[in-house]
């Protein structure tokens, strides 16, 4: 049986889809590659101060969503 073909809606290249296709199903598998900028986005904080201000405006993140879901409507 043959896979279908199926048309990039990035580049417009016609492709397979293949069962263990990496990355979008409307995509060619050249388009899902991640790019490397977003590979490097995605690096963890190893700075202190970074880490410190990470966590406090998560604090604040969590309260503000605590406050927005449990606020009483009176």
């Known amino acids: 049986m043959a896979f279908p073909i199926k048309t ?3 580049c417009g290249d016609e492709f397979e889809l ?3 296709k990496p990355g979008f199903a409307n995509r060619c598998p050249s ?3 991640p790019e490397s900028s977003e590979s490097e ?3 963890p904080i190893t ?3 970074d880490r410190r201000i990470e ?3 998560n604090a604040l993140r ?3 969503m605590r ?3 449990y606020r009483k409507d009176s």
């Open 47 to 49: 700075d202190p101060v």
């Open 8 to 10: 990039c809606v990035v």
């Open 18 to 20: 293949r069962p263990g």
């Open 62 to 64: 969590r309260r503000a």
């Open 55 to 57: 966590s406090e405006v």
């Open 41 to 43: 986005s995605a690096r």
């Open 31 to 33: 388009c899902s590659e």
């Open 67 to 69: 406050d927005m879901l």
